[in-house]
């Protein structure tokens, strides 16, 4: 693992199968087992960039509304967490893909530091409108989420997303993350 001083690396998971199917919840759940983005002890470093970047294929598509996520965290909905605001679905048959990318930048380290997270989404048009596209999170353009402990190895990068009813589903079919510096 090379994540030198000025070099753009993809690190770990290189997808090589869809990964297994998530119900979303009308709080934020993980399009992966979080286990799969998990940074090692110590990775974070003051400046340092992570992109990360997923193509979903979402297998059903019911009515409601539907919120985008970044998150640093071990699991569902962690407290390091930026958010889209709510948008409205079609009603159709799937599936649909959908195109998702994020960053991250360590804004401080310690078992005090802080993330700046942000990105944008791109559901197929069949499933959201091109009028509520695209899909930036956070909207508040607020970045710096709340406090991270940089020094731990437990945590992992992941996009989330909730619905407000039904019971969609999201395969992410790939997934790449990339060290920027």
Known sequence: MADGIYY??????????????????????????????????????????????????????TAGDVVWSMAYGAGDNPAPIVSSVARAKIASVGPFGAFIQGYARCRSIGTAGTLSM?????????????????IVFPSGGVTVVSTIDTTVGTNALTFQASMSAGTDTIVTTELVMEALN
């Open 8 to 61: 753009r690396d993809t690190r770990q998971p290189f997808r090589i199968a869809d990964e297994a199917s998530i119900t979303l919840a009308t709080t934020a759940k993980a399009l992966w087992a979080p286990a799969l983005t998990i940074l090692p002890a110590n990775y974070w470093t003051l400046g340092k960039l992570v992109k990360l970047t997923a193509y979903l294929k979402w297998t059903t598509g």
């Open 118 to 134: 942000f990105g944008m989404v791109f559901p197929d048009l069949s499933v959201m409108l091109s009028t509520v596209q695209p």
